[in-house]
């Protein structure tokens, strides 16, 4: 049963962005984009605590204003919105967060600081990108729907996706290769159910420690999949990104709160 087991919920946030730079602190709405899947993770009724692992200066400085507000008993704007206030920063060392770091570093870097300083010894690790900010929205909570399907399914790990038809090329060589037969489209309703893609989205990851320190990789054993919805499914790479997603929030703001 999920809640018979330790929950570690993981925010990675390095600093030194490619695509758009500093956009894991930059401004969404009024907060801080890594801040709100930091306020999804606090929100859950499975996780037990949560860190936020950065090199960033500006995040570091966010996230302790962050955890001091959270912990703020006369701060009312959390009082109906938390139910982890177990939230700390991490610094991350240099060498897990450079632009070819492996985001399971970080992870295993994060699950033993939570063993040896917080009395934590987790089971399950969640891995929050601040580059997809849109989860939860009124009566859904993403990260627990997903610890619950796992935990269901008796899945090793966990990662949500989005549905696509199998309609893809790819280009080698200036040469345009169909990987379906394009001559023979068919509609979507003719399409059988295995013969969709599922793509890798990035939102959620859910992985069992003992296959995160024995793989090193946030994926294995008995995959499970959660579907997303299409904005739930949204990823901020670049200044469009950003854009396209601010927009929908403004416009949504009243089921997708923080």
Request: hydrophobic letters at 35%.
């Amino acid at each position: 049963m999920i809640n018979d087991k330790k929950v570690l919920a993981v925010v990675t946030a390095r600093a030194n962005s490619q695509g758009l730079p500093g956009k894991n602190y930059k401004d969404l709405l009024g907060t801080p984009l890594f801040a709100w899947s930091v306020m999804s993770a606090i929100r859950s009724h499975h996780v037990d605590a949560v860190i936020i692992s950065s090199n960033c200066e500006h995040v570091k400085k966010i996230s302790l204003k962050l955890i001091s507000e959270i912990n703020d008993e006369s701060d009312t704007r959390f009082k109906d919105l938390v139910r982890c206030k177990n939230v700390n920063f991490l610094q991350r060392p240099d060498e897990y967060a450079t632009g070819i770091s492996k985001n399971e570093d970080s992870l295993i870097h994060a699950y033993n600081y939570a063993k040896e300083h917080l009395g934590i010894d987790a089971d399950i690790i969640v891995n929050l990108q601040p580059t997809s900010p849109i989860r939860d929205n009124e009566g859904s909570h993403l990260i627990d729907e997903c610890l619950e399907k796992m935990d269901n399914e008796k899945a090793d790990s966990l990662f949500t996706a989005s549905v696509h038809t199998p309609f893809y090329f790819k280009v080698v060589d200036g040469v345009v290769t169909a990987e379906w037969d394009y001559k023979n489209r068919p509609m979507r309703q003719e399409i059988a159910a295995e013969e969709f893609l599922w793509h890798d989205d990035g939102n959620v990851y859910i992985t069992s420690v003992p296959l995160l320190l024995s793989e090193r990789c946030r994926l294995g054993g008995k995959m499970s999949v959660y579907e997303l919805t299409h904005a739930q499914s949204l990823q901020i790479d670049t200044e469009e990104d950003f854009k396209i997603i601010e927009g929908f929030l403004k416009e949504e703001v009243s089921r997708y709160r923080i």
